[in-house]
Structure formats: C-alpha cells, structure tokens
C-alpha cells in the first residue's frame, strides 16, 4: 500500500528546537510514523512534555536539554542519538529564527548571529550525524523560510540567513548524495509562539489570511507532515529541494510598516 512508503519503523531521528510549536509538532509526527527521537531544546520543561505525546504514540524519547544556539551543542545531539539508539536515520535541523530589525539597526554582530543560529547549527549537526547516516542511508531536513526567497522590510538578517540555510541544503545534498539525501522546507506563516503576538490581533490575522492564497495560517502540523515525507521512503527520490509549503505566498503577507529612509 502507499501508506507504507511514509512509515519509519524503528528509525532514529533527531529534532533541534523540538519543545514546541514545529519541532514539537515534526517528533510527534515522526513518532507516529514509527521513529524513536532525540528532542533538543533550551527549555526541559517543555521536552518532557513533548516526550510524554511520543510515548503516547509508543515510541521513545531521549530528551537533551541545551543551548542550541552553540553549533557544538548541536553537534553532540549526533552521539547522543547513536550512544542512547544506537543509530541515526533522520536530521530534522529547526532550530533557528531572528527577530525584525531594520537594516540601519542591523549591526554586523546581529547579522553573523543570524547566520549562525540558522545556518551553522545545521551545519554542525549535519557534518555530526553523516558517518552514522551512512551507514543505513538517511535523510536530512532544514527548516528554511520564505524569507529566505521573498523581499521584506525588516528582515534582512533573516531572510539572508534562511536564503543561505536553502543553498546550504542545496550543496549538501551533492555532497552527500548517493547514500542521504538532504531538503529543505520553506515555511510560510504557522501558528507557532513566533507568531502569538500578531494572530492573536483579529485584524492583523485577517490581513495575513486574506494576503495569502489558501486565505488561513499554517499549523504546525502542516510542516510536520512535509518533513514525515521528505525523510521518509515516499520521498526516497527527492533530494536537494526546497519545498514550499506556505499556503501559495509569493510576497510577505505581514508588513512591519517600516518607512522609506
């Protein structure tokens, strides 16, 4: 049946920024779909959480606690699905983000940031996990953005960064290819607690739906069932891609209302 070729029975996967909205939502979803995790987040409070809705779907959960801001805390998240799994089959690399600023308040120490957090922890994690990827054939997934494709006022560290983030997915799928296969997702506006403070205004929200083509927000679900494909053998033919899945955005459907200079 077709419904086989997106399970991922008794695979090991690891998810960065796992404790909430997307990443939490991707576990579950990979648990579900038969994969035992390694959830990483600051907050420990919230993995356990997030650990519980996996055993609930009756897989296991090896929660890690960390500042994955560090590229080096985002590496040892490798060993740390090998030593408690004994095996690394999926990289799910969500962490990441940066806040509006406009580009005269955007310092070269912001933007290195940005690029960092966004790109230098996938990169870290990545390089980490192929030996073991390897050894069965695996796959990886980068959370990128539409801003990292689109033009906006405000988000010049951050749309850079995820434009980088999508290149970066792009060049190491031909370096790892044939035996992982590396994609990415360019998430369109998700109801996650990036965004509390503007769907939690009925008016701007409107705006926002009216401004996209499928008239709604994303849901965190959304995006997990897009990377349960791309890592899973219903993908098995797709790599070095940057799938979209943004309710059919071609331009920013929030404007900061930042003036000419």
């Known amino acids: 049946m077709i419904l086989d070729r997106f ?5 090991v996967a690891v998810v960065t920024g796992a404790g909430r909205g997307l990443g939490a939502a ?29 055993a609930a779907a009756g897989r296991r959960a090896h929660v890690v606690a960390a500042d994955l801001s560090d590229p080096a805390a ?12 004994g095996r690394l089959d999926i990289v799910v690399n969500n962490v990441g983000g940066t806040y509006p600023r406009p580009l005269l308040e955007t310092t070269t120490e912001f933007l290195e940031e940005a690029f960092r957090f966004n790109v230098s922890t996938a990169h870290a994690l990545t390089a980490a996990a192929t030996p073991a990827l390897l050894e069965h054939g695996g796959a ?33 799928a031909v370096d790892l ?20 403070l503007v769907v939690g205004n009925e008016e701007i929200r409107v705006k926002m739906e009216q401004a996209t083509p499928l008239r709604r927000i994303g849901e965190p679900e959304d995006i997990a069932a897009a990377v349960v494909y791309l890592v899973s053998p ?28």
């Open 26 to 54: 991707t576990a579950v979803a990979l648990a579900e779909a038969g994969a035992d995790v390694v959830i990483s987040s600051r907050t420990e409070s919230q993995l356990h959480e997030v650990a519980e809705r996996v």
């Open 177 to 196: 290819a044939p035996r992982v296969r590396v994609n990415a997702i360019s998430v369109g506006s998700v109801t996650t607690s990036a965004l509390e």
């Open 7 to 11: 399970r991922l029975t008794d695979q």
């Open 74 to 85: 985002t590496a040892a998240l490798a060993e740390a699905a090998t030593s408690t799994f």
């Open 234 to 261: 219903a993908g098995g033919y797709v790599t070095g891609k940057v799938l979209e899945v943004d309710g059919g955005l071609q331009a920013p459907n929030l404007d900061l209302g930042l003036p000419d200079l």
């Open 140 to 172: 990886v997934v980068n959370i990128s953005s539409i801003m990292g494709r689109v033009q906006g006022r405000g988000f010049i560290a951050y749309g850079t960064a995820k434009a980088a983030l999508s290149q970066y997915t792009r060049m190491a």
